[in-house]
Each structure stands twice: as C-alpha cells, then as structure tokens.
C-alpha cells in the first residue's frame, strides 16, 4: 500500500509533474504495516512518590519559533540548516504509578495528588519553563478535594466543575455530596439551593437529553457528547495563567476516534494564540511560545480525576464578526487543542498492552490505560518507523477528527487497494477512488436517505477523499460489494486489521443543487477574460440589483403579509437539511433558531404590524442580510451552483469535457431542465486568484456516465487534470462554481495557464521545516519517546501565525489599486498564496517578518493605505469599487423604506388573548386567600427576576446573548408555588389538569399570562424569552380558527410552496408576468 508523501502543494504540483511518476515508485516501495510493535513493561521506571523526587533532565535549546529560526535548534531544522543534538532524554508513561506489578488494577483519586504523581514521570521540557510561568500553568486545571467524586459520573464531576468555574468558586473549596440525580434540572436545583453558590448566576444549562445521554453511554445514535471549554487568559500578574471556562456538555457529530474510544476520553479546548496571550495577559515576549508548548505536551494535566495528555493542536476558523459579543473588539485567534485520556481514577491498567474491546467505548465502567503512542499509531499508523516529514504526518491526526457518521463496515476481501493511480505525467484522479452500486445502496440505508448518492465524501481507513458510484468497471474481487482506493488517497500504511479501519465514514454525499452565489473573487476574474468587458459588467451589476431586491426589498414588502414573509423565513435563513434532520435543543423559552421562533409566531397570524417583538427580529434579520451583502457581496446567479467534482474513470470524455445532470428538474428564471447537454459552461474553484482558475469547458451527455447526478464529471485526459487547473484544486471534497448562464459564458475567453514560477522554497523566500520521523527515529529508541517528540514539534510547528489570511487580503487590495490581475507580480504572489493554503501540512515557514522581505524583493508596496483604493484606475474605477458604490446606494434607499415598514402604531406590545387566563383566574378567585397568596408571590418572583434580568448589562463576563437567556431559565422554571401553599385544595385543584406535558401545565401557562401582564413594553422581550412557548400555546387556545399542531420532528421537515407564495405576491403587486 503506498502513502501520499509528496512535498509539494497542490499549485505547485504541475511545476514538478515529470518527478511525479519517480516520487510514486518510492513511495511504493515503501513496505506496509502489518502488525503493531509488542508492548513493554516499563519495570526500569522508578519514582519516589513520598518525597515527590524530580528527574534530572538535561535542558534542550529550543525549537523555531515563528518569528525567526533558530540557530540552535533541536531536530526542527530548516531547508540548508542541519539538526542538533541531544543526547539526554527522556519519555513519559501515562500508565498510574503502581508501586509493584500485579496489585488492584484500580486507583483512587487519594493516589492521584499532583501533576508529577498522576500516572507518568515527570516529562522531558524541550526548554525549561520559569518558576513563575510554571506555577500559573500548573494551577490552571482545577482539583477537586480527593474523594469528593469517587464512583461519581463524570457528566456530574464536569457539570459540578463548570458550575464552580462560572460562579468563581474553587472546586476544591467545597464539599458536594452525590445522589442518584434523575434529572439535569434536579441536580441544576440542588447546586443552586447550595449554600455556596446562593444568589449566584447559574451558568448556561445543559439539555435534559444531553445529560441523559452522558450519564448512559456519552453517546446518542451516532452522535457523540462533547466535553469542551476555552483557555480564558487572565489579566492579573499572578494566579493562574487562565482561567478555565467550560461549556455545556452537547451532542455533536461524532469522529472516528471518539467512536473507537469513548467520547468521554476526550476534551477540546480553545486557546488563544501565543501573540495574543502576551498582549491579554502582558507579560509580553517574556511569555514565550515555547512554554506553552511544553506545558501542552511535556506536562501531565490531571483534571476530572483523569490524566490528560494534549496531542493535536490546530487554529480554529475564524467567526464572522456578527457572531463575536463585541463587534469592536480586537480579533483573538484561537486554536483548537484536543486533549486525551490517557488514564484516571477508576482506569483500568491494561493487561497485555492491548487496545480496550470495540463495544467498551460506550460502557463508561469499563475503562482502560491506553497510552499516547497507542492512540497515536492507532489514528496514523506506526509512525515510528515512517519515512513522512513530520508536520505531514501530524496533520493526518486530523482525518482522525473529521465528524463523519459511521455506515458500513466492510471485510477485508472485498476492499482493493490500486497499485497505481491514473495517469502518466500528473494523477489525474487525485484523492478519488470507485465502489459499487450495491454498497452506495447500503451505505444510503444507513443514512437514511431515500435516493442513492451518485458519489460520496469520506474517510476509510488510511483513506481520505471522494468515492464516486461505479456501475462499469468491478476491481477483481468477484463479489458485488466492493470499494477501490487508490495511492493519492491513502495517507499512512494502514492494516485495517480494526473494524473502524473498515468503516466507511461519510462527512457528506453528492445532492440536489441549488443556485449559488458569485464568490467576490471570481468576479475581477471574469472582468479580466471578457470579450467585451462592458457587457460583462453591466451582466454582474444586473445581478447585484436582482440579489439585492430579493434580501432586501421582497422581505420589506412581505412585513404585511403572513404568507410571503413565512416564504421569506424559509427561503432566506432557512437551515440545512442536516440541520433540520437533528434534534435542535430549545434556547430558554424559545427556539433556538431565530428564524424557528419567528416561523412559529407567523404561523398563529402574528406579523411585525402587529407584534413588536417580531418587528425587532424582523429588523435584525435584515439588518444581518444588509451587513453580509456590505461585507461580501454575494451575488446571487440562479443558473449556476456548487457542485461535487469527480473524475471519469471510463476515459470517455475528451480533454475541456465535462458530464453534468441534476438528479432533479433544476427551475429557475428562464431555465428548467435536469441536462446541460450541449452547453459551454464555466467552472471556478475558491480561492481564485489567477485569471486561469476559471475555465470554459463543453458539457456532453455519455451512456456510461448518465447514472451519475449532481457532480460534475471531469475528464481524465490530457497532460494537467482539470481540478488542478482550477487554483491547484483535487477530488477529496472539493466543489467547483458551475455558471451556465450564457450571458456570462459566451462573453468569456480562457487565459492561458501562467508559465512556470520560480521555487519560493529553492529561492529560500519561503523557508520549509526539513524534520522526517527517520530523524526522530535515529535519535529516540522507543515508540514512547518518539510520540513525545513527535506531539512537541507537531504542536509547536502549528502554533505559528497563518500568514494565509493578510497575504490574500493584500493581494485583492493591490489589484484593486493597480486595475489588473495579471502582473507578473500578482502571479509570484498567488504563487506564494498557494502555497501557504498547505502551510501546515507541507511544513513551510513564513512569517511576517518574511514576507516585508517577499514585499521588498518584488518592489511592492509594504502597506498599502485603504484610502488609496475605491479610487479611479484611468477612467474608470476597480470592478470591486463600483459594485460598492451601487450597493451602498440602493442600501441607503433600503433603509429609508425598511424605517418606513416598520412605523409601528401604540399598543403592539400587548395582546389580550395572552393575559386573558391570568385577568380570569384573578377575577374570579380574587376574595379567595390562597389565590391572592398564590399569585402575590408569583408576581414578587417574576418581578425580581425580571428586574435582576434588567438590571445586567449584555451579559456578564462578555457572555454572548444567547448565553444569558440560556442561564437565566433556569431561575425561571425555579419559579414554583410556594412550599406552604402545595397542600392547599384549592391551589391543588387549580394546578392539577390532567397535562402530561409540563411545558403546558397550568401553572406554566398561568406563570406566562401572569408575567406578559406584569412586564409592559421591551421589558415583556424577557418574558418572551422565558416562555414564548407557552405565549404561543395562549395564542393557539384563544384563536377562533382551527389551527393544526405539529410536533419538531415534523415541523423541521415542513417546506413552502413557493408557487403558491409567487403567485399571492403576483396578485398584491400586479405583476403581469405568467405564473406557473
């Protein structure tokens, strides 16, 4: 089985394609896995425990940082520069410390007291942390008292540690005492009556079904529980470093490796990045990068009575400003780092060095020692022995961690594995492989779906990519079900000797399209290759205009109307099937989803002409489209949409030929088909930045390839595949733009491919780490102390700064400032842009310091001022400039109606049919004394929790909205009849009716009327918050209409007809045109 080791980025690729076939055969040669290395016992280690000894260790220099090499560093060497020494070291066991072999194979946390006596030696540091730094890191993950949470579940120890966290407690400073909690809400009430936390702020809750489900198995279906938090840094000088902030346990998609081991065993934590830690914390460069990666990686973390070892680290995608608490505040990155347990309290030591059983990840009783080079070679094979470079290896960790949902498990037999991929000069199928029609059929069982995928993207094995429905051409197994890998798809020797090794693990398939948007880097693009460049901007504008009636004026004008606006709802800020498909968890009162609680009061007749409420969330909805159209201008081409790539294994298609139908009728304006036969169409990939990453190409229609729907066929002839061609694109996922709107194809000619760029790398513009595993191989002696180098490098070499994302945003800005995209210096810095897309997998350096270097070599401005651009180049102004210039004019217009539209008459904030069962109950139990009890201190609790609610600002701790409501309904559903009153008969007999719904019971619905009566104007938004459930239930009762109920399982499902909405809006505007 061969290995993808190829050093090169996918740009780069078709620079270097007559080393290809050569590189191949190496890697062929390379021999396969085909057993693990036998466990040892580590009888040699010896530890102190009573007088707490600490090993000698001989300091090591440390490794690169990511502002300049290092002249004297260990093993991470640079291109020209040659690895140092050591000649010291040592590795840590993650196994409990066990004073002799063969006594109880369980440990209490009494034996558990420090980070140095917690089931490993004391860890080799690559660079010796100072005192100080080391105390505030070592304090970060809290301790618990010892035996307060033996035989706990661990959903309790994390719920009661995240409880602590937020109130500023110290889990070590109390004393929780267990029961057998039968629910979430019944262990949230006995840590909010604690005499600790009164009158404490509870944090957000966790779902009653998350919480059944990790006090079960920590799995639901085949989604797993995730434990996560983020790494806070701390302003003081002393303390803690940070502050360890925990987030409700959730259900999520789950991964190969939480399937494999249990989710239980593994915490994801975000941290910020080493810059930002120094300017947060100022401690400035005295705080350096290595510190925290030996604390990461060199450091046993003894937290939730478990020893943790870090062993992936990785940035996490930036969010989108509106998604930040604060707009204005100074961007953080973050990184993901996740950590697994090794061993704990309870654990049991592994008697022969073996895996745990498949069926023990989802018994929580059963757990065993697995040390970190056993997860490790699980996840990437024996990387000991491999001859990869070492950030490639490190970044296969992550296929590990795609979330996927497990089908088919297949046997060994009915699995090929090609010697060869397709292809002389350049593999033209790179990351896609074939399977059989018989096992899509089952792997579509297993998913639910009702129509066969015709290709899916996914993860088998050492595998990664796209497997494409092959109904031609069977491998030579003899038997109906089968898949077929090929080299550019595998990433490591894999024996598949584990079952999950043989698991076919979808991340998603090939399904129905839908138009897509004009992503705002193809369009300079188009401009470029345009026959007649005027016509092609007057085609891009005419779109703008039609996308900009559609967000914006249609919503305006729909306000009044029920129907269009639930049609907007749905078509505008629908969610997707996947989405919809799982169970969303309720926010406080209300829908999680804003649109949803929207839907649900559109539905009862509410519209924001009569509700202020859903006039404010109206307002923000479109306000939200207003800033995504200003900050990326999508432009909406209904003929065009993102679609599947693959390859045609038949060899059927001619070089610039492609194969393309919809599995169903694609309708829009102007076109309605399920075939593109005989069309020109153009295809673009992001990220664009070459006027050649769009091409024009033919679609034909092929017997062999009719089967296939909803992907885009590419050919395999010719010297340069397709997808490559497309800004160095492949076939493990990726999807291309496909416009067959012929006002944009038919005034568009193809550029000529840039001629060959010089190597950055061999012109040392761009540094590459030179570290393969044979290097650690040669210095290290064991798989243990190997891992350990391997998770220090790997991890220090991610912590770098991406330079991905300021090189882009310079690259656009100097286009716009010059008026072309077609210089040779803008080639040399898509040439560079294309590499730093693999930064991390191929291991290049490139800081910022590097690029004012790459800047000034070029001749290219060093900064370039914003006012600078918008500006005009010539006689006209950049493409970009004048969209903007159009957008922000018809948005001004937009505003000005929209202010209009939402004029809302007195008296909208209050609805009789919601405070009527509250004004009867007080009317006609008014002389009744346990009623005026009753309800005097119904209104005392609602007040103050409603004036408490006022009271703070948005959220404290710069807690995001969301998780303020979250954790004030809990004191809302606290809210109960007093104590004294629940033996009254008649307080009996007015809550008693027979629900077996709580969320409608009497006094719920009593509580709601009782508290939209009480809170008049904005402060009734708190109400709704709380119960807009039960408002809306009052809502549905007072109605004189039937009105059909529908449960969240259905409801999701529910799509409108948008046919019937066209034509009511046809009729209230007076359109003349012909409806369907």
Request: glycine share 6%.
């Amino acid at each position: 089985m061969s290995v993808d080791a190829s050093p090169r980025s996918k740009r780069a690729k078709h620079q270097f394609s007559q080393e290809l076939s050569e590189t191949y055969n190496k890697i062929d040669a390379i021999p396969s896995r085909s057993s693990r290395s036998p466990y040892k016992a580590k009888n040699d280690l010896s530890f102190d425990v009573a007088d707490n000894a600490r090993l000698l260790f001989q300091d090591f220099s440390s490794s690169f940082s990511s502002s300049a090499p290092s002249q004297n560093t260990s093993f991470s060497t640079l291109k020209g520069i040659s690895a140092g020494s050591s000649n010291n070291t040592s590795f840590t066991t993650n196994d409990p410390i066990d004073a002799e072999d063969g006594q109880s194979e369980y440990f209490s946390s009494h034996e558990i007291l420090s980070d140095t006596e917690t089931g490993s030696e004391k860890l080799q540091p690559r660079c010796e942390i100072p005192e100080h730094f080391e105390k505030r890191l070592k304090d970060v993950f809290p301790r618990s008292r010892n035996g307060n949470f033996d035989n706990v579940p661990l959903a309790v120890i994390w719920e009661a540690n995240r409880y602590a966290s937020h109130c500023s407690v110290d889990i070590g400073d109390i004393d929780i005492h267990y029961c057998n909690y039968t629910s979430y809400r019944e262990f949230l009430s006995s840590m909010m009556t604690h005499d600790t936390f009164s009158g404490k702020q509870p944090p957000p809750p966790t779902s009653e079904a998350v919480w059944e489900a990790a006090l079960k198995t920590f799995q639901s279906g085949t989604d797993g529980v995730v434990m996560s938090g983020t790494l806070v840094p701390v302003k003081r000088r002393d303390g803690p470093l940070f502050h360890l902030k925990l987030n409700p346990l959730r259900l999520d998609k789950s991964n190969r490796i939480f399937r494999r081991f249990g989710s239980d065993r593994f915490l994801v934590l975000k941290i910020p990045s080493t810059s930002d830690l120094q300017r947060i914390t100022k401690c400035g460069e005295r705080l350096k990068k290595e510190y925290i990666g030996t604390w990461l990686t060199r450091r046993g973390h003894y937290f939730l009575g478990r020893q943790w070892s870090a062993f992936f680290y990785k940035a996490e995608k930036e969010k989108s400003k509106k998604h930040r608490v604060n707009k204005d505040e100074k961007r953080i990155m973050w990184y993901k780092v996740f950590f697994f347990a090794c061993s704990g309290d309870m654990f049991r030591k592994s008697p022969n060095g073996s895996l745990p059983a498949h069926d023990a990840a989802a018994n929580l009783a059963q757990r065993q020692s697995v040390s970190l080079d056993q997860l490790v070679k699980w996840m990437i094979g024996d990387f000991a022995n491999s001859s990869q470079q070492l950030p490639k290896l490190y970044s296969r960790i992550s296929l590990s961690l795609s979330d996927t949902v497990p089908t088919v498990v297949l046997e060994k037999h009915q699995i090929y594995h090609a010697r060869e991929d397709i292809g002389s000069q350049m593999v033209m199928n790179d990351g896609i492989g074939r399977l059989s029609i018989t096992l899509a059929q089952q792997i579509a069982l297993c998913l639910g779906l009702a129509r066969i995928p015709s290709a899916f993207q996914a993860r088998f094995g050492s595998a990664k990519g796209v497997w494409l429905v092959d109904r031609n051409e069977p491998p030579p197994l003899g038997c109906d079900d089968w898949i077929v890998t090929y080299p550019s798809q595998r990433k490591w020797d894999c024996s598949q000797d584990d079952a999950a090794h043989r698991t076919f693990e979808v991340i998603t398939y090939s399904s129905e399209v839908r138009s897509a948007s004009l992503n705002l880097q193809f369009i300079p693009l188009l401009l470029e290759q345009a026959v007649n460049k005027t016509e092609m901007a007057e085609t891009i504008k005419k779109h703008l205009h039609a996308t900009i009636r559609d967000d914006l004026s249609v919503p305006i004008d729909a306000m009044s109307n029920p129907v269009e606006l639930r049609g907007w709802l749905g078509q505008s800020h629908g969610s997707s099937a996947d989405d919809n498909a799982r169970p969303q968890e309720p926010l406080g009162g209300r829908s999680y989803r804003l649109k949803d609680s929207m839907a649900a009061m559109v539905d009862l007749g509410y519209t924001p002409k009569n509700n202020e409420l859903l006039k404010i969330n109206c307002q923000s909805l479109v306000n939200d489209t207003v800033e995504a159209l200003e900050g990326k201008m999508n432009i909406k081409i209904p003929c065009s949409a993102y679609v599947l790539m693959a390859v045609d294994f038949s060899g059927t298609l001619a070089e610039d030929e492609v194969h393309l139908s919809f599995s169903t009728s694609f309708e829009v304006d102007g076109f309605c088909d399920t075939m593109l036969e005989g069309m020109d169409v153009l295809v673009g990939r992001v990220p664009a930045h070459l006027p050649s990453d769009i091409q024009r190409v033919k679609v034909v229609s092929n017997p062999h390839l009719r089967h296939i729907k909803d992907v885009i066929i590419f050919s395999i002839q010719g010297k340069r595949p397709l997808a490559d061609k497309l800004s160095g694109g492949d076939y493990d996922g990726d999807r291309v733009l496909v416009n067959w709107d012929q006002s944009f194809v038919q005034n568009f000619g193809n550029a000529h491919m840039p001629e060959k760029q010089p190597d950055l790398v061999e012109l040392e513009l761009v540094k590459k780490l030179d570290l393969p595993m044979s290097k650690l191989k040669r210095k290290y002696k064991t798989d243990e102390d190997i891992c350990a180098e391997f998770m220090y490098e790997g991890t220090s070499f991610n912590m770098g700064q991406s330079m991905l994302g300021i090189c882009t945003k310079y690259k656009d800005n100097y286009c716009r400032l010059i008026g072309s995209v077609t210089s040779p210096k803008i080639t040399r810095i898509s040439m560079l842009l294309g590499l730093l897309v693999d930064q991390e997998k191929q291991g290049y350096v490139f800081a910022n310091h590097d690029w004012q270097t790459f800047l000034k070599l070029h001749g290219l401005p060093l900064f370039i001022p914003e006012e600078t651009l918008g500006t005009k180049v010539g006689e006209k102004k950049h493409i970009i400039d004048d969209l903007r210039d159009e957008l922000e004019a018809v948005i001004e217009q937009t505003r000005e109606k929209l202010d209009e539209n939402f004029e809302t008459p007195n008296g909208m904030w209050y609805d009789p049919d919601l405070t009527k069962r509250f004004n009867h109950y007080d009317t006609r139990y008014h002389s009744e004394p346990d009623w005026v009890k009753l309800r005097n201190k119904l209104q005392q609790d609602i007040d103050h929790l409603a004036e408490r609610w006022k009271s703070l600002s948005r959220g404290e701790n710069g807690e995001p909205f969301t998780d303020r409501i979250a954790s004030f309904y809990p004191q809302w559903q606290q809210i109960q009849p007093p104590a004294e009153l629940r033996t009254s008969k008649f307080v009996q007999m007015l809550l008693e009716d027979g629900s077996t719904n709580p969320h409608i019971s009497n006094w719920e619905l009593l509580k709601a009327s009782c508290a939209i009566q009480r809170r008049t104007k904005h402060s009734s938004l708190f109400v709704w918050y709380m119960s807009a459930h039960q408002l809306l239930h009052l809502k549905q009762q007072a109605s004189s209409e039937r009105i059909t109920g529908v449960i969240p399982e259905v409801y999701a499902a529910l799509r409108p007809n948008w046919k019937y909405i066209a034509r009511l809006r046809a009729n209230r505007t007076g359109e003349a045109e012909e409806m369907p």
